[in-house]
């Protein structure tokens, strides 16, 4: 085993690697956003879901990077954990039928491939050509790269070193199994770990059965870089991850349970013998190897397929059980908010019965208070001690208020077309709006505390402690407005005009002490500009509280005298 022949199967693995990440990049510049679109609206259905799923990792080239792509659907809220799941199972069978692509011999055409892309990519004067000159070159060096690592491999396959750790790492299926997690892990898609096992079962490396095995394992390699990607996502991406690696567990342990009819059933369905050796030869170096086996890569295709029609065939019907099971696979704290990115109670079906429409939005809007008053609570506890991830979450919290409220405006507009004189309409509007702005004035507190931190700017004892006490008096009326949903009364309203106008004051003397202090020097202008950015979100909170509370009050007399 000569050290040409390591590199120039090295030099065939970055050649594959290189090729998958050219056909993806011309494949999802040809498609463009449309997918995407269609993704969101398409999901409903359990059955449409999946299908859009393999369409999702066709297009990508590899089931990882559809899934990381689900999770960050999932994040945004634009699909639900349920619709998630359903897409999720679809990516094996999109990323499949790249695989039966790999697997065809059309080595012969890979340098024309190449060729062609390169002029169309580099001298194309239309934008699709340059797209299809990406897709071109892709293929091209896809099957140039899977034809020099069968190359590089055969002679590596016939060293005693080879044999012996062959011997001993694939005593146990389970060891093979746990390489292709590995592999598919580092080299982040299912496609091009298969397309390596590929070459390495042509050219000897490995045999039919533990290609197989290694196939299956590499479920558990996407599920992996799936659960990675939810480490800073929603409580929803996280439950949706973890249930995608439990579900590819328990396929991986069927298949391995099952084992000999698992291989008798590819055998069935695959063309020729996958030991089978052509009596051709290559002459690789000095030496003369035996090529590869013609009909393995076609069984390793077909492989991955069944495995993944079965795994999608058998758990779909039972992603509604998974879906319900979420909270007890990965439970929140009780007090813990609702955070995730989407309407919870909203629903377009029930806009043509404007009652139990108008009783969904309130407990939407119910919802943004309850993740106002968290953030607004989050954002004070920075002052007292700076946490990056209480941070993060902040910034989730702001970003659900701003889609529920775009959410939930559109339904109770759509809603008044149904209803034009229903009174709590325009109020709820109004409230809606008065929910995000105070979310937009608290995440404008934190960037000045986060400022602040990363600047090293120090307040003076006097500063944070007139801070400390506005944001205390603050957290009253937000508490107040938040907590008044449905219940605002007369006392109510006294109470919060009485609070707006105690913080107005303490604004006012705030202001003039920071004055006294910038023109003494006990201040710099550094710290004076952060410090008169937060009083004046903190006085703009109370402002939006007091209007919540006000709006409020309004409804509740305006639906008693309608009812009178």
Known sequence: MSLSCIWEALGGVGLFILGMKFMSDGLQKIAGERLKSFLERTTGNRLTAAVMGSCL????????????????????????????LAVLLGTGIGATLVIQFIAFDISFYSLPSIFIGVILKFFGRDRRLVYLGDLLLGIGLVFLGLHTM?????????????????????SWRISAVILGAILTFLVQSSSAATGIVIALAGSGVISFPEGVAIITGEV??????????????????????????????????????????????????????????????????TNIYPTTRPFIARHLANAHTIFSVLSALLFLPFIGFFARSADALLPGKKEEVDIEPRPRFIDKRIINTPPIAIIQARNELKRMAEIARSMFNDTVEQFYSYDAKREIRIKKEEEALDLLQREVSAFLVLLSGRSPHHLEIPAMLHMVSEMEHLGDQTEAIQDCIRNKKEKNIYFSDTAVHDLTSLATKVLEIVELSTGSLGYAT?????????????IEEMVEEYNKNHMDRLTTGRCTAAAGLIFTDIINAFNKIAEYSYSFIKSEKELIDAISIGGD
């Open 57 to 84: 990792a066709s297009l990508l080239q590899s089931s990882s990077a559809a899934s990381i792509l689900v999770i960050g659907f999932v994040n945004a809220g634009l699909i639900s954990l349920y619709q998630a």
């Open 220 to 285: 558990i390699g996407t599920a992996s870089i799936t659960a990675i990607a939810s480490i800073n996502g929603t409580k929803a991406a996280k439950r949706t991850s973890l249930i995608y690696f439990v579900i590819n567990i328990l396929a991986v342990a069927l298949a391995l349970l099952l084992f000999p009819f698992f291989l008798k059933g590819i055998t069935f369905f695959s063309p020729g013998d996958a030991e089978f050796i052509s009596p051709a030869i290559n002459k690789i170096i």
């Open 490 to 502: 007369t006392d109510t309203l006294d109470k919060a005009m009485t609070l707006k106008d105690s």
């Open 150 to 170: 069968e190359s590089g491999f055969a002679p590596i396959s016939q060293s005693a070193l080879v044999k012996g750790v062959h011997g001993h790492f694939f």
